[in-house]
């Protein structure tokens, strides 16, 4: 499997302020992408991470709230801008492994936002 | 819109007794992934499945995919303590071509519990 280390593991954050979260494979992918869990919930799709273009955005997220970068084929960052409590999830990151189909989640980064 | 149900939701079972979880889901696909998640831990991929009428085994896992009917299973042999998670299903969003985008939708998951 793919080693995909994330950081931080967890912040706690204050109101208002942003935190960026990085996400590092073990070897090149050309396909990653962000998900959201929030508390007791399942996973949901914030965007998929393009190298050398901008990030496509699923429905209800944007990209003045999640700015996503992806500088090259082993490295993504994901920053959560101007925190509400209600941005307190764990956020993870996915790679797929084109010749099998598999697709590998991060640790996960626990964000608690008071 | 793309949606994937899952159940049952809770399950509560002795270890020993086999059961089967069902992930029902609305669109046209035809990749779906299980994952097992530990409280507190990650997405351990348990199964990918990749056409119709695959399926797969693993220990006491066994998963299967019915694409016309747009149903996975996820039979539960002889449960151990061991097996104790929540596990999700989800299903690969395809892209506007029809072709897989790797994008995955999740359902609810479903929180198993072995007794002994």
């Known amino acids: 499997s793919a080693v995909i280390s994330q950081k931080p593991s967890r912040d706690i954050c204050q109101r208002g302020t942003s935190l960026t979260i990085q996400c590092q494979v073990d070897s090149q992918v050309t396909m990653m992408f962000w998900y959201r869990q929030q508390p007791g919930q399942s996973l949901t799709l914030i965007a998929t991470a393009n190298q050398g273009s901008e990030a496509t955005y699923e429905s209800g997220f944007v990209i003045d709230k999640f700015p996503i970068s992806r500088p090259n084929l082993t490295f993504s960052t994901l920053t959560v801008s101007n925190m509400s409590p209600e941005d307190s999830s764990i956020y993870l990151c996915?790679?797929?492994?084109?010749?099998?189909?598999?697709?590998?989640f991060g640790e996960g980064s626990r964000l608690t936002v008071l | 819109e793309l949606k994937v149900e899952q159940n049952p939701l809770f399950l509560s079972m002795q270890e020993g007794k086999n059961y089967t979880i069902y992930c029902n889901y609305s669109?046209?696909?035809?990749?779906l992934y299980w994952y097992r998640q530990d409280p507190g831990k990650s997405l351990e991929s348990l199964f990918v499945l990749l056409s119709n009428g695959a399926v797969k085994q693993e220990g006491r896992l066994m998963a299967s995919l019915d694409t016309k009917a747009r149903l996975s299973t996820l039979h539960i042999t002889a449960a151990v303590h061991d097996l104790s998670a929540t596990y999700f299903c989800a299903v690969d969003m395809l892209n506007i071509l029809g072709t897989s985008g790797s994008r995955l939708t999740f359902g609810e998951g479903t929180q198993l519990t072995v007794n002994p």
């Open positions: 669109t046209t696909s035809d990749r």
């Open positions: 996915s790679v797929y492994r084109g010749w099998d189909g598999e697709l590998f």
